[in-house]
């Protein structure tokens, strides 16, 4: 089963998926190694991460496309399009590339999201050339015949009954998403609707093919045990005889209009044991801050979120599930890594005879104090080590530096931005995390999911 990931996640422990929250959990000072950066002659720009502890290399393709450039009327088309990668082309019968990574024992897999779609093998050195030319050849050589687009269709609608319409936390997540994003496409799941995947066809798909895979409209992110020139050699051999593309405009899209209320969905359902309840704001990416003149609000929001909710050391899991005993989960994420703006989410579930009120009412209370009072600096200071030491955990991850290059760089960062996160994030001060929970948490414009049992109530 192919993995995707998706905007909204309903649980605490889907929340590691999200790794992609900041745009640089990677800096100069933890590598083995500079990065190289290259474009080639047809617009491909390429990513070199030296790392030679052990005999692996990540080879993945990142396309700056996700569910948020379809069509009005085509939502699902770029997760369709990631299945339908792994067809036939000219050159190499169905299946033959995913043969060709399971015989030297390596991993494939791919995903898409509402900002990128992206295709990664983790191989031995020997076999990148052949990784480089099977992946160069799909990115413009698939065979799309209605004999392959009926039956890929099925299995996407299958996947969506599975992972949403069989989960009532999917459910909710999307009710969340189209509530929160009044105007934008991130309110759009990047699976589809379901009634207009079933409309999809051959047409659609060649047409967004021809649009959108080709090497101008892509980042090519190879970590691991190599060296640039090596890579840069194989490309120029492959990915290089791949015709530019279209020149693409702008990915400018739609934008929120102000938001002045507060919403509320709710989901009562008989296959929910424990309720739970999420509250979502909405604030400004990394990307868009940048658009915005917003400078330091993304780091301030990261270390908001660490501070109020981002593990066992946070203001909210120590007060509400050490101290007070209430909470069987209570959290925060912010999903820095995105195009455009995106949200900050605090969420919760009760623990034994507390109610979800109850909870609720903490979390409410923790925001309310923060906002009210401040952090301190020595809170703050521990905030901020956290982060900055998991910079050297991200080198564990050959993946993991591969994945943060290539979302930052498909988002509108740049190498140069994940350098400096850092010292940006050194910079923030306790002024900075007041400010910004004064100015995006105010109550009045939160939209709250409640997930709750048949019968069940939020009070």
Known sequence: MRHHFYRHL??????????????AVMAQEVRQEPVADFTL?????????????????THMLWYKVGGSDEEPGKSGIAHFFEHLMF???????????????????????????????????????????????????RMRNLILTDEVIGPERDVILEERNSRVDSDPGGILAEEIDATL????????PVIGWKHEIAQLNRKDAIDFYDRYYAPNNAVLVVAGDVDAETVK??????????????????????????????????????????????KNWLVPSYTSAVREKLDGEPEALDLLSEILGGGIRSRLHQELVVKRGIASSAGAYYQGTALDDTDITFYGSPRGAASLAEVE????????????????????????NRFLRSLIFARDSQSGMARIYGSTLTTGGSIRDI?????????????????????YLSPDRAVTGYLLPAGGNAG
């Open 181 to 188: 994003y009044q105007n934008h496409p991130y309110g759009t």
């Open 10 to 23: 309903a649980t605490a422990t889907a929340v590691s998926l999200v790794v992609l929250a900041s745009p």
């Open 361 to 384: 009412a903490a979390i409410d209370s923790e925001i309310a104090k923060l906002i009210e009072s401040g952090v301190t600096q020595e809170e703050l200071d521990r905030a901020r």
């Open 233 to 278: 050699k194989l490309a120029e051999d492959t990915y290089a005889k791949v015709p530019r593309g279209p020149d693409l405009p702008p990915r400018i899209r739609p934008t929120e209009p102000e938001q002045n209320t507060a919403r509320t969905v709710t989901l009562k359902d008989p296959r929910v044991g424990v309720p739970s309840f999420q």
């Open 419 to 439: 350098d400096e996160w850092p010292d940006r994030i050194r910079k923030v001060t306790t002024d900075d995390i007041r400010a910004v929970a004064k100015k």
């Open 87 to 137: 067809k036939g082309t000219k050159n190499a019968k169905p299946g033959e590339f995913s043969r060709r990574v399971a015989e030297i024992g390596g991993q494939e897999n791919a995903f898409t999201s509402n900002d990128y779609t992206a295709y990664y093998q983790q191989v031995s050195p020997d076999v990148l050339p052949d990784m480089m030319r099977f992946e160069a050849d």
């Open 41 to 57: 002659a047809n617009g491909l720009e390429v990513v070199v991460i030296p790392d030679h502890r052990a005999p692996v290399v």
